[in-house]
């Protein structure tokens, strides 16, 4: 089975340009998390779907980041405009459930530069 | 307080000893507990899950949880080089709610 698919791996861009990073979760996964990990931050949870919708959105760090997921199998983690305290590498994963029992499994992350 | 807290290291073994990472939590509720081996540059993969206390094991790993205490443990005997990573603890709270802790640098000495 393919496991959670990330695109881009790498983006670099100047600060002021709009990122869309985007995300696939593995089939059969309800749930779909986005993270950020710096060195100074480790991993922080940014937001969460369950069955497309989003649950809590309180790790989002400004209303320059916005995340949709419009379907089951696809949803995207948007900066607008982004700022260079904005690189970091961000993680999509998905679980079975909302984050019971069932772990999560993540994809190979991509990895922002904002010049 | 923070809902995980692990020792971020470094921690260093020789090759063939038992490396012991620990993390505490504070939701005494919390019901499901994983351990994450991040390698540098890499995604967190996930090695072992445990939900009731004692220990389970898996190959090298063994994952040990005390929940009247509120730490869980993972243990990796005979160390290889190849064990060199950042460790991370997660569980899921009484809210259902997913934490990740800050994780433990291990790196196995040849």
């Known amino acids: 089975d393919a496991g959670v698919i990330q695109s881009p791996r790498h983006e670099v861009t100047e600060m002021g340009q709009e990122v869309t990073l985007r995300c696939k979760p593995i089939s059969g996964h309800n749930s779909l998390f986005w993270y950020r990990q710096t060195m100074m931050r480790g991993l922080e949870l940014l937001i969460y779907?369950?069955?497309?919708?989003?649950?809590?959105d309180s790790g989002m760090p400004e209303d320059r980041f916005s995340a949709k997921m419009p379907n089951a199998s696809f949803s995207t983690l948007k900066i607008q405009p982004s700022e260079p305290r904005d690189s970091a590498v961000y993680f999509c994963?998905?679980?079975?459930?909302?984050?019971?029992?069932?772990?999560?499994?993540f994809g190979d992350g991509t990895r922002l530069s904002i010049l | 307080q923070k809902e995980v807290e692990q020792n971020s290291g470094p921690l260093s073994v020789p090759e063939g000893a038992i490396a012991s990472l620990n993390c505490t939590y504070s939701d005494r509720g919390s019901q499901s507990f994983f351990w994450y081996r991040q390698y540098s540059g890499k995604s967190p993969e996930l090695i072992m899950s445990i939900y009731s206390n004692g220990d389970k094991e898996d190959g090298r790993f063994t994952a040990q949880l005390n929940k009247a205490s509120q730490y869980v443990s993972l243990l990796i005997r005979d160390s290889q080089p190849s064990d060199s990573a950042t460790y991370l603890c997660a569980l899921t709270n009484t809210g259902n709610q997913f934490y990740f802790g800050t994780g433990t640098s291990l790196t196995v000495i040849p």
């Open positions: 779907f369950n069955n497309n919708v989003p649950i809590d």
């Open positions: 994963a998905s679980s079975r459930t909302g984050g019971g029992n069932q772990p999560q499994h």
